[in-house]
């Protein structure tokens, strides 16, 4: 049974700074690439970033203007999203998901597993 389980986010500041994980299990994760996602009730889910198997390529939405970072760890099965100087723009539900069809893996139709979500909320 594949399974995406984030973590991390919360309340935070502006100008502040979160770590997110998501662990994966039931399928192959070093044949996966990778992607957190984020969406607003009413908007469409747009693509924060995304990330290669063997982390050498990696992609940034515009919005991002180097905040964020994404990295993974193949050995633990897990994917992270470190977000720095937050905005309250950023508030959002962030989704992890996870597709083996190729790169670029940037849009929402490109991946085929998904998490729940975590809530990221940037309020003074």
């Known amino acids: 049974q594949v399974q995406l389980v984030e973590s991390g986010g919360g309340l935070v500041l502006p100008g502040g700074s979160l770590r997110l994980s998501c662990v994966a299990s039931?399928?192959?994760?070093?044949?996966?690439?990778m992607g957190w996602f984020r969406q607003n009730p009413g908007r469409q889910r747009e693509c924060v970033a995304a990330?290669?198997?063997?982390?050498?390529?990696?992609y940034y939405g515009d919005f991002v203007n180097g905040r964020f970072t994404i990295s993974r760890d193949n050995a633990q099965n897990t994917v992270y999203l470190q977000m720095n100087s937050l905005k309250l723009e950023d508030t959002a539900v962030y989704y992890c998901?996870?597709?083996?069809?190729?790169?670029?893996?940037?849009?929402?139709?490109?991946?085929?597993?998904w998490g729940q979500g975590t809530q990221v909320t940037v309020s003074s």
């Open positions: 990330i290669s198997r063997g982390s050498g390529l990696t």
């Open positions: 039931g399928f192959t994760f070093t044949n996966s690439y």
């Open positions: 998901a996870a597709t083996s069809r190729g790169w670029p893996a940037i849009t929402p139709a490109d991946y085929n597993y």
